[in-house]
T-cell receptor
Framework: GQQVMQIPQYQHVQEGEDFTTYCNSS?????IQWYKQRPGGHPVFLIQLVKSGEVKKQKRLTFQFGEAKKNSSLHITATQTTDVGTYFC??????????FGQGTELSVKP | DAMVIQNPRYQVTQFGKPVTLSCSQT?????MYWYQQKSSQAPKLLFH???????NEADTPDNFQSRRPNTSFCFLDIRSPGLGDTAMYLCATGAFFGQGTRLTVV
């Protein structure tokens, strides 16, 4: 079935440093979603990418979808303590099921 | 206003004692999902509904059952909870998740 591999598993940064998490698939994806889950919270939808090479921005967050639609990244510029949490990519497989990557847990040291 | 509502937020149950978790959605979406999320892990899909068409993942334990009496409501029944079923249970419709039910089996 459809799977995505997400790296790194953990990332510890100093406040103000940048952060990037990557998702890779062996097969072409129709779309990819990104979620943020705060400690103790539930996944919150951030964005969906659909088009090859697509780049979308939300304030300090930049989302990219690869040209081959096999990889995606989320980049946060100048991290803040409010960015702490786990970031997941997720894809819909052919059966319409939303399958999550392993997640990247971000910690930010003030 | 919350669009996916899960009750209860926290549930403690005894080993082997049946428990039911509930979920409701105000979005009128055909799709609903139940996920299990253990500590420091990604959500793992248990059940998937498209309207009343029901699909459980191959590795969802038989101990877990689900019901969807109408578009708005969905239930997760755990017939005989084990200690390993302690987890957060998340309900979702499309991209929207409920706040989850944190289940502890003692």
């Amino acid at each position: 079935g459809q799977q995505v591999m997400q790296i790194p598993q953990y990332q510890h940064v100093q406040e103000g440093e940048d952060f990037t998490t990557y998702c890779n698939s062996s097969t072409t994806l129709s779309n990819i979603q990104w979620y943020k889950q705060r400690p103790g919270g539930h996944p919150v939808f951030l964005i969906q990418l659909v088009k090859s090479g697509e780049v979308k921005k939300q304030k300090r967050l930049t989302f990219q979808f690869g040209e081959a639609k096999k990889n995606s990244s989320l980049h946060i510029t100048a991290t803040q303590t409010t960015d702490v949490g786990t970031y997941f990519c997720a894809v819909y497989n052919q059966g319409g099921k939303l399958i999550f990557g392993q997640g990247t847990e971000l910690s930010v040291k003030p | 206003d919350a669009m996916v509502i899960q009750n209860p937020r926290y549930q403690v149950t005894q080993f082997g004692k049946p428990v039911t978790l509930s979920c409701s959605q105000t979005l009128n979406h055909n799709v609903m999902y139940w996920y299990q999320q253990k500590s420091s892990q990604a959500p793992k899909l248990l059940f998937h509904y498209y309207d009343k068409d029901f699909n459980n993942e191959a590795d969802t334990p038989d101990n877990f059952q689900s019901r969807r009496p109408n578009t708005s409501f969905c239930f997760l029944d755990i017939r005989s909870p084990g200690l390993g079923d302690t987890a957060m249970y998340l309900c979702a419709t499309g991209a929207f998740f409920g706040q989850g039910t944190r289940l502890t089996v003692v």
